[in-house]
């Protein structure tokens, strides 16, 4: 009984381990999923009542790509560039 029960804590063991490995692997997978599907777009000026979905629509429309809203599953500005002056850029 003894040996069993140090073989079965054994197994736990490595199957926890296989666990934690396979849970590391998901995240890595996931993150490289979500970092592939992410555009950077800068030097766009703020505009009170914007939305984002509107000017990645419009800078397709200059760089002749049709996005539709239904192409993009998130948009929004990132913290700290709210009030972008890095261009003149105006999409409306």
Do not use: W
Not at 6 to 12: A, D, E, G, I, W
Request: proline share 1%.
């Amino acid at each position: 009984m003894v040996t069993e029960n140090k073989s079965l804590k054994s197994q736990v063991l490595r199957s926890n381990n296989d666990i934690k490995n396979l849970n590391k692997a998901v995240n890595d997978l996931e993150q490289y999923s979500l970092r592939r599907d992410c555009v950077e777009i800068r030097g766009v000026l703020y505009t009170e009542e914007e939305s984002t979905y509107e000017i990645v629509e419009k800078i397709g429309e200059l760089i002749n790509v049709e996005i539709e809203e239904g192409d993009i599953s998130i948009s929004h500005r990132l913290r700290g560039c709210i009030h972008d002056t890095g261009s003149s850029f105006n999409p409306e």
